[in-house]
């Protein structure tokens, strides 16, 4: 599996930025939205209208690819959807 690394602060709309390191280096941009009953920052612009219930939404290189239920998962659902592309 490769390595997931996600900057520690939301941004204004909630996302968790970051990047994603295939083991055969591969780079992929990611975009993390957290679900709704994620703590979020007080400068938090829309209430996250896009945001799930329970899940946590995950963007590559800007495009819809899959949901995961927990956090730690990111890195193994993020890695299943890029091998599957």
Same mark, same amino acid.
């Given at each position: 599996?490769?390595?997931?690394?996600?900057?520690?602060?939301?941004?204004?709309?909630?996302?968790?930025?970051?990047?994603?390191?295939?083991?055969?280096?591969?780079?992929?941009?990611? !975009?993390?939205?957290?679900?709704?009953?994620?703590? &979020?920052?007080?400068?938090?612009? +829309?209430?996250? =209208? #896009?945001?799930?219930?329970?899940?946590?939404?995950?963007?590559? !290189?800007?495009?819809?690819?899959?949901?995961?239920? &927990?956090?730690?998962?990111?890195? +193994?659902?993020? =890695? #299943?959807?890029?091998?599957?592309?």
């Amino acid at each position: 599996m490769g390595t997931l690394t996600l900057k520690p602060v939301q941004d204004g709309m909630g996302y968790y930025y970051g990047e994603y390191v295939a083991e055969d280096g591969q780079r992929t941009r990611v !975009d993390v939205l957290p679900p709704r009953s994620h703590p &979020r920052p007080s400068f938090v612009m +829309d209430e996250n =209208a #896009k945001a799930d219930d329970a899940a946590w939404i995950i963007y590559a !290189d800007g495009e819809k690819i899959a949901r995961a239920h &927990r956090r730690e998962d990111l890195a +193994d659902v993020i =890695a #299943k959807q890029l091998a599957s592309r």
